[in-house]
Nanobody, 126 residues
Framework: QVQVVESGGGLVQPGGSRRLSCSVFGFTLDNAAIAWFRQAPGKGREGISCISSLDGSTEYADSVKGRFTISRDNAKNTVYLQMNSLHPEDTAVYYC???????????????????WGQGTQVTVSS
């Protein structure tokens, strides 16, 4: 059984930083793509970052480009999302998602994801 577990959320002041972790159990990330999504209150789900071992690609939404960095540690089967210069508009529940079949991040926002975590809340507020 595949389990996806996000952690690292919390309360952050505007301009601050936070690192989220996504650990996957029961499914190796060695050759996988993995993506971060978020959903703010009253809004739809937004894809924000992807990393793929298929072609080494990464992808970022315009809203986070230059502020967020995605990385992976295959030895720990974990993906990270380093978030810097956080804005109140970044407040959301952040989810990690993994597809059964890997793909390039160039199509990340058009692809289905098979495994999702429960999400971790990030609140940016003073």
């Amino acid at each position: 059984q595949v389990q996806v577990v996000e952690s690292g959320g919390g309360l952050v002041q505007p301009g601050g930083s936070r690192r989220l972790s996504c650990s996957v159990f029961g499914f190796t990330l060695d050759n996988a793509a993995i993506a971060w999504f978020r959903q703010a209150p009253g809004k739809g789900r937004e894809g924000i970052s992807c990393i793929s071992s298929l072609d080494g690609s990464t992808e970022y939404a315009d809203s986070v480009k230059g502020r967020f960095t995605i990385s992976r540690d295959n030895a720990k089967n974990t993906v990270y999302l380093q978030m810097n210069s956080l804005h109140p508009e970044d407040t959301a529940v952040y989810y990690c998602a993994v597809p059964q079949t890997s793909f390039s991040c160039s199509v990340a926002w058009y692809h289905e994801y098979d495994y999702w975590g429960q999400g971790t809340q990030v609140t940016v507020s003073s």
